[in-house]
């Protein structure tokens, strides 16, 4: 059964950097959409970038373009994806989730649409 693991979260202050890490181990993961949604209170789960296993393609939402990438490595049975995050602003804070999903990631795909969820890390941006 397919797992995800979060880590990297923390406190930050605007402008600064975090990289989150979502593994996945014993899955080859070879045709999925691994996409990181993030959900802040009182608000809905919104999806912030996607990427496509088999051929590496990318999806952002427009609140993050050109300040956040995401990008996978894979080690034998270990599959990870990193959302790199740049010029941090205090909207950004949120709970970041990481899921998963057969297919690819376009069209962008909705939180029902995952199969899949890590537990969540909490990423704080504030002075």
């Known amino acids: 059964q397919l797992q995800l693991v979060e880590s990297g979260g923390g406190l930050v202050q605007p402008g600064g950097s975090l990289r989150l890490s979502c593994t996945a181990s014993r899955f080859t993961l070879d045709y999925y959409a691994i996409g990181w949604f993030r959900q802040a209170p009182g608000k809905e789960r919104e999806g912030v970038s996607c990427i496509s296993t088999n051929d590496g393609s990318t999806y952002y939402a427009d609140s993050v373009k050109g300040r956040f990438i995401i990008s996978r490595d894979r080690v034998e049975y270990t599959y990870t994806v990193f959302l790199q995050m740049n010029n941090l602003e205090p909207e950004d804070t949120a709970i970041y989730y990481c899921?998963?999903?057969?297919?690819?990631?376009?069209?962008?795909?909705?939180?029902?649409?995952?199969?899949?969820w890590g537990q969540g890390t909490q990423v704080t941006v504030s002075s």
């Open positions: 899921a998963a999903a057969y297919g690819v990631c376009e069209p962008p795909r909705q939180a029902a649409a995952m199969e899949v």
